[in-house]
């Protein structure tokens, strides 16, 4: 089971001071919505680190999480929503909260330059939880049923993340309806009443 | 060659057999229609009925092709096309159902009220 987050990983060679500099795409393909990133500052003199992502790619997922390295341990970073910070500790990533939707945004400190530096940011995708063990858990279902099922389960959860359920909830209904499926074949082809001695 | 005996069709089978005439679907499409329609079905369900009309020669299914569909993670779309059986068989039960239902429709129709007392005409 493959649980281990995916990464993406932007370098940008970022200039915060008052300067807009946009510096290379996402890598990797798996990261489709997020499109690219932006370090920038405005005209109070902020800086923040832009990311946008297409409105109708998946969003990103409640427990994701933005890592900005190349930030000095104890620069007063700020997060907003839908980023928050570690509770304790150097900040050195930010976690999303609740499903993104929209771009957001990292602020940094005005007075934090990298000037000619190169600045990574890595994005960490929470594993959607697509379940691999789908396919076997319905072995006894004939595969002309067992495999459009899963195919459609799993369009039906990428659907419901999407559309920001639980993924805990995704999950639970995704199980219960392969039991579902399960049980009720067992009981069509007669296997319970065969189990049950009977066929009577 | 007597003609075939239709089989029985549950709510839920005339629902599914509904959905594929005129057009072929696979699953979650269909399961989707049938939510939209008000008619919520879940996706075992379906399948179960999906599988047990196939078997009744109510409808025949095709593999798709499109199981490239990323979130699938391989898994091939499987399209259903209801059979001429089939559309016996809905056709059959929708005309039983109308006439079962007929005193329904009659008691709800403005300016039919037809188990109440006419009033009595006067006379002269």
């Known amino acids: 089971m493959s649980r281990a987050p995916k990464k993406v990983v932007v370098d940008t060679n970022v200039l915060v001071n008052g300067r807009v500099v946009y510096g290379g795409d996402w890598k990797g393909d798996d990261w489709k919505q997020l499109r690219n990133s932006i370090a920038h500052s405005d005209s109070e003199g902020t800086s923040f680190i832009y990311v946008s992502h297409h409105g109708t790619d998946p969003k990103v997922f409640k427990g994701s999480y933005v890592r900005v390295t190349n930030i000095e341990p104890g620069l007063n970073v700020t997060a907003v929503q839908p980023l928050s910070p570690p509770p304790n500790g150097p ?17 940094i ?4 330059t990298l000037e000619g530096q190169p600045a990574r940011l890595v994005v960490t995708r929470r594993s959607s939880p697509i379940l691999p063990w789908l396919d076997s858990a319905a072995v006894f279902v004939p595969k002309t049923i067992r495999e459009p099922f899963v195919g459609d389960l799993r369009e039906d959860m990428k659907d419901k993340l999407a559309a920001g359920w639980s993924p805990i909830w995704v999950k639970a209904i995704a199980i219960s309806q392969v039991a579902v499926l399960v049980v009720r074949w067992l009981w069509s082809t007669g296997w319970f009443r065969a189990l049950r001695g009977g066929g009577s | 060659m007597p003609p075939q005996k239709l089989p029985e069709l549950s709510k839920v089978d005339m629902a ?27 996706l075992a369900g379906m399948y179960t009925t999906l599988g047990r009309l196939e078997n009744q020669g109510l409808v ?3 593999w798709g092709e499109d199981g490239e569909v990323e979130a699938r993670q391989g898994a091939r779309r499987r399209y259903y096309e209801i059979t001429a059986l089939g559309e016996r068989a809905i056709k059959a039960a929708t005309a039983v159902v109308t006439r079962v239902l007929r005193p329904v429709r009659a008691s709800r129709s403005p300016g039919r009220a037809s188990h109440e ?7 002269g």
Do not use: C
């Not at chain 1, 400190?109 to 934090?112: A, E, L, T």
């Not at chain 2, 007392?117 to 006379?123: A, D, L, N, S, T």
């Open chain 2, 60 to 62: 025949t299914s095709r």
């Open chain 1, 109 to 112: 400190p005005g007075n934090y």
């Open chain 2, 16 to 42: 599914v057999l509904a959905t594929l005439v005129g057009k072929e679907r696979y699953g979650l499409e269909i399961r989707n229609r049938l939510g939209e329609l008000g008619q919520p079905v879940s």
């Open chain 2, 117 to 123: 007392p006419r009033p009595k005409e006067g006379r």
């Open chain 1, 91 to 107: 900040i050195t990533h930010m976690t999303l909260t609740s499903p993104a939707d929209d771009h957001f945004f990292v602020p």
